[in-house]
C-alpha cells in the first residue's frame, strides 16, 4: 500500500489547514486509516482514526472538536480537516493504514502502512 499525504503548510494560530492522503495498491475500503503526528525527539502522538467504512471514529482529546477526520472511498483518500490550529499542533503529520475489519486502534504500532508526512507549522 502507498500513502501519499499532502496539504500541509504556514499557518497562523487560529486557522485552518486540510489535509489529504491517497493510497493505492490495496482496496482502499479494506483499510482502516489514521493520522498521527510527530515532533522532532518526541514520539509518535495519534490525531485521529475512521473505520474502514467511515465509522469508528475516534479522537485524541488534544484534537477533540477542532480536528476532524473523513474519507472518500470513491476517491481512494482520506482527509484531515484542521480549524482552531494551535502552536503546539505544528507537527509533521503522518497518515497510516491497516487491513482490518474491526474499529481500529490508536497505537501507532497497529498500523501496517505508513505515508511520508507533511509538515505543519502554526505561527503564534
Known amino acids: 500500500v502507498q500513502l501519499q499525504a499532502s496539504g500541509g503548510g504556514l499557518v497562523q494560530a487560529g486557522g485552518s489547514l486540510r489535509l489529504s492522503c491517497a493510497t493505492s495498491?490495496?482496496?482502499?475500503?479494506?483499510?482502516?486509516m489514521a493520522w498521527f503526528r510527530q515532533v522532532p525527539g518526541e514520539e509518535r502522538q495519534f490525531v485521529a482514526t475512521?473505520?474502514?467504512?467511515?465509522?469508528?471514529?475516534s479522537y485524541s482529546n488534544s484534537v477533540n472538536g477542532r480536528f476532524t477526520i473523513s474519507r472518500d472511498n470513491a476517491r481512494n483518500t482520506v482527509y484531515l480537516q484542521m480549524n482552531s490550529l494551535k502552536p503546539e499542533d505544528t507537527a509533521v503529520y503522518y497518515c497510516?493504514?491497516?487491513?482490518?475489519?474491526?474499529?481500529?486502534?490508536?497505537?501507532?504500532?497497529?498500523?501496517?502502512?505508513w505515508g511520508q508526512g507533511t509538515l505543519v507549522t502554526v505561527s503564534s
Open positions: 475512521i473505520g474502514r467504512t467511515g465509522s469508528a471514529i
Open positions: 495498491g490495496r482496496t482502499f475500503s479494506d483499510l482502516a
Open positions: 497510516a493504514a491497516v487491513q482490518t475489519r474491526f474499529v481500529p486502534r490508536a497505537g501507532a504500532g497497529y498500523y501496517d502502512y
